[in-house]
């Protein structure tokens, strides 16, 4: 044996350790008898406190004031300023009101039908070609189509067909509905 070497030092550094690691083993076990997606769930073990239950309000949703819910809501105001500037982009290079289709767009007829719709609420078209657009936006964003989705669902822009494809549907009018 070395000089100096002290066994009971060397147990009383490594006591507190293994109490510790002890402790969260079996604070973990316990918890994992609460996860529903754990195989160590209890079958009939009563529900997670403070957790939404299903047809709860709050159920599948964040924790309120977690992380996750401030990640949410930030993705939701980003993709909301890229709404906004999509939108903004087809007014700047889109035309509008009776300029449409009819004045050389080249349009199939069904961005005649979605200017006029919205022409008849009151409130001046603006439309544009996708081609037009994937060429202006590309130098503003690499998603162009997903937020045109994204903007068709909020009920802000129109086009045919359900998918865009740069090339085989350069041709289609989009129209901006505000």
Request: aromatic letters at 6%; glycine letters at 16%; proline letters at 4%.
């Amino acid at each position: 044996m070395k000089e100096g070497y002290d066994r009971v030092t060397c147990r009383g550094t490594v006591g507190p350790l293994t109490e510790n690691w002890q402790q969260w083993s079996s604070d973990h076990q316990a918890s994992q008898k609460q996860n529903p997606f754990s195989q160590q769930q209890v079958c009939g073990a009563p529900p997670p406190t403070g957790l939404p239950q299903r047809g709860q309000r709050g159920y599948g949703r964040p924790l309120e004031g977690s992380m996750t819910e401030r990640r949410g809501r930030d993705a939701h105001t980003h993709v909301g300023r890229e709404v906004e500037e999509l939108c903004a982009a087809i007014r700047a290079i889109g035309r509008r009101g009776g300029e449409g289709a009819d004045a050389g767009l080249g349009g199939t007829g069904a961005g005649d039908r979605a200017g006029g719709a919205a022409a008849g609420q009151g409130t001046e078209s603006v439309t544009v070609e996708f081609g037009r657009l994937f060429e202006h936006y590309v130098t503003i964003s690499n998603k162009l189509v997903g937020v045109l989705l994204r903007a068709r669902r909020q009920g802000l822009v129109h086009f045919d067909g359900e998918m865009l494809w740069q090339g085989q549907d350069d041709r289609v009018v989009i129209t901006l509905r505000q």
